[in-house]
């Protein structure tokens, strides 16, 4: 039951172990192939990881499952770490315990904080007698013989004193993780993945295939074959939020993906909202030049839409007719009427939050989250994010 539970939860970490994979893993299990923790972590990790950015959750998820280790997705030096679960947790202990005097949060730097929990990490990965959980978890591991170990957690047969710990610490794939956090060049190449390509101009570029097979046809007599150029047709309309405090953290992302989709997509247009849809957007990032969303409505029906925000709100900001927070704002219909018509309307459309999908739950707003989640498929802003988001775009 215990490694049903694991296979599940690398589920949740986003690591696709299938059915089959499961079994290959049983039958390696009855054969002897796993016969201690480190065996296990390595024929686990055969088992069911077959990309390279599954390596990281895989391993994230070996951590916490086995060793009561909770890491949270971010590289060592990422910023993002001060926006995880994980320190948070370890923050408020640390407070609780008296390591960490309150006060002297905010008068240390952010690197300090940042070394103090690295290092509360690194000294767990070292000692880790009976499965002690330090970092936002509970209890003591719930695998092995004897529930407690000397430099390790025995799995089966005698101890060996050898342990994943080492392994797992070194996070060589965390880059590489559907979870990491989006970058210039990354970025790029996920966007080039959103194409709407159709024959254009004269027919003027050779097509090898054809030719070969027009060729074999006539005996090996040559005959050349020509097709047009490929054009990409695509139009984009990207709406950002461009409102309130919660979007703040994560103006540097938002340019970002701005910059990207204006450089990538000749036909792209881009307009604003605060928090939500209604009757108007704004051509302009103060908010001041209107256009009506009906116009918005009229565009293309294989326009590809993005909408840029946090989706967290007042309940009635979504719900209520006038319930815009805008002082000037006098919509009579919700906002939530407006988002399922852009839906209807615009097939090829996605949200992007720049929350971490992982925070949702924990995040101000949930309700609202959760509302227009109903109405657009949802994705954040990490590289596996994007990717499923373009895939949503194109249709798949």
């Given at each position: ?9 690398l ?42 950015e ?6 994230r ?24 679960k994980?320190f ?71 101890s ?34 959103l ?28 005959d ?11 139009e ?14 994560h ?31 704004f ?37 209520l ?7 000037d ?37 949930y ?8 109405i ?21």
């Amino acid at each position: 039951m215990f490694l049903n539970d694991f296979i599940l939860r690398l589920r949740d970490y986003g690591v696709p172990a299938s059915l089959t994979d499961a079994i290959d893993f049983y039958q390696g299990l009855e054969k002897g192939l796993a016969p201690d923790l480190e065996s296990l972590f390595v024929f686990a990790r055969l088992s069911f990881v077959r990309r390279v950015e599954h390596m990281d959750a895989y391993e994230r998820a070996f951590a916490f499952h086995f060793l009561g280790i909770d890491l949270p997705r971010v590289a060592e030096g990422d910023p993002e770490l001060f926006n995880t679960k994980q320190f948070r947790e370890w923050l408020r202990q640390t407070i609780a315990k008296g390591d960490l005097p309150r006060q002297a949060i905010w008068t240390m730097r952010p690197e300090e904080l940042m070394k103090r929990f690295w290092d509360t990490v690194r000294e767990q990965m070292k000692a880790h007698h009976g499965g002690s959980r330090w970092i936002g978890t509970r209890g003591n591991s719930p695998f092995g013989h004897s529930g407690s170990a000397r430099g390790g957690v025995r799995v089966f047969g005698k101890s060996g004193n050898r342990s994943a710990l080492k392994v797992v610490g070194e996070r060589k794939y965390v880059d590489y993780s559907d979870a990491a956090s989006l970058r210039g060049e990354n970025l790029r190449q996920a966007l080039a993945m959103l194409k709407n390509l159709i024959p254009a101009g004269p027919r003027d570029q050779l097509d090898i295939d054809e030719t070969i097979y027009e060729s074999a046809k006539n005996g090996g007599e040559i005959d050349l074959v020509f097709k047009r150029s490929l054009l990409d047709r695509i139009e984009v309309v990207l709406l950002i939020d461009n409102g309130g405090y919660s979007m703040l953290p994560h103006v540097e992302l938002t340019r970002l993906l701005f910059s990207k989709i204006k450089n990538r997509f000749r036909r792209a247009s881009t307009y604003f909202f605060h928090n939500t849809v209604y009757g108007s957007v704004f051509r302009d990032p103060m908010r001041r030049q209107r256009l009506p969303t009906a116009e918005l409505l009229r565009r293309n029906p294989d326009t590809r839409l993005l909408i840029l925000g946090d989706a967290a709100m007042a309940p009635e900001e979504l719900h209520l007719s006038r319930g815009a927070i805008s002082w000037d704002a006098e919509d009579d219909e919700p906002s939530l009427t407006w988002l399922e018509r852009l839906r209807e309307r615009f097939a090829h459309s996605v949200w992007l939050n720049p929350v971490a999908k992982e925070e949702w739950r924990e995040t101000y707003g949930y309700p609202t989250i959760e509302a227009v989640g109903r109405i657009f498929p949802m994705e954040d802003l990490t590289l596996g994010g994007i990717r499923r988001a373009v895939d949503l775009l194109n249709g798949l």
